[in-house]
């Protein structure tokens, strides 16, 4: 079993929160620092919600830099409450202040991505904002990033926030064209095409929730109020959906060597102009290559994947004990 290096970038909102403990949990990944950017909360509220998962982990050796406050496009952020409540974390209020001061660290990514060069992948969960300004300010740099996993767009099913794009994209549509378009390796891109099938039913997360309680696994017991407030937004928007999409699990699933997705290598634009196809993605999905788009750069999208071994490692590795985290 190979341990990956991870740069996560993340706007940690519920789902993110249960993606970064399923990496904490995982054997096979190895978060080295991570960057706090607005998006589904403000940058100052997902700096606190990542503090406050070094302090119900104990962990404390992974530093954390704060990412972006604004999107290139220069609008206010637009963040989602009613998805994942006023905190980030569902009914959950932290008790926690942090100096929003001492997080103006971005530049020591930099040296983050030196010390691991060659061997780190970047997932990113959230906005775009702060990988496109480090595409800006360090593009020799980012061709030392082994891999790039990245949560966002909607190619052949309608958006989440238009009904042509989807809210990491549509966030901040030119960070993420500068990142499809100047990645010096083909990106591997998980589009809402698959990630709204990520479903993890009800009656998995109250399975859980008994182990929590049984073995008395603080940690786990923060999963299932937060999931439950992040269904209940779900069932408002999507009548009749089974579970809760947790799009960034899968994303960080993705890593794993025994994950079971198929990839399309098709050449990808973003919409920038406004209107209502702003924040679009594009993919060439045609299957004559002679007649495919010579002007788009070609990425890695997810296609299709086997939602039962998706299912199944998600359970295992979420009943890790607790205690593992701090042996990794």
Known sequence: MRMKNI??????????????????????????????????????SA????????????????????G?????????????????GIEGLGP???????????FENFNEVNSLIEKYKDNITIVSIGRLSSLAAAFILSPRLMEKVKDYYIMGGAFNVPGNVTPA?????????????????????????FPLDVTMSATITPSIINSLHQYYEATKNKIGLLVKPMVDY????????????????????????????????????????????????????????????????KDYKVH??????????FVKDFFEIMRTPESNILEK
């Not at 959950?92 to 929003?100: G, K, R, S, Y």
Request: proline content about 6%; charged content about 20%; aromatic content about 12%.
């Open 7 to 44: 740069l996560l970038f993340s706007d940690f909102g519920i789902d993110d929160i249960v993606a970064t403990l399923f990496a904490y949990l995982c054997p096979e990944i190895n978060i080295v620092g991570i960057v706090a950017d607005y998006g589904n909360v403000s940058r100052k």
């Open 47 to 66: 700096i606190r919600n990542a503090a406050y998962l070094e302090e119900v982990t104990g962990i404390k050796n992974i530093p954390i830099f704060g």
């Open 68 to 84: 972006a406050e604004l999107p290139l496009t220069g609008e206010m952020p637009k963040y989602v409450p009613e998805v994942h």
């Open 92 to 102: 959950i209020v932290p008790n926690l202040q942090v100096d929003e001061n001492l």
């Open 165 to 189: 794009a989807e809210a990491n994209f549509y966030g901040d549509p030119y960070a993420a064209k500068i990142l499809i378009n100047n990645a010096h390796k083909r990106i591997h891109l």
């Open 230 to 293: 992040y269904y209940s937004s779900y069932k408002k928007s999507n009548p009749g959906i089974s579970g809760s999409p947790l799009h960034d699990v899968f994303t960080l699933w993705a890593l794993l060597d025994r994950s079971d997705i198929q990839y399309r290598e098709v050449p990808i634009q973003i919409v920038v102009d406004n209107g209502i196809a702003f924040g679009k993605s594009i993919g060439d999905f045609r299957k004559n290559p002679d007649l495919r788009s």
């Open 300 to 309: 890695k999208v997810a296609v299709q994947f086997n939602y039962k071994t």
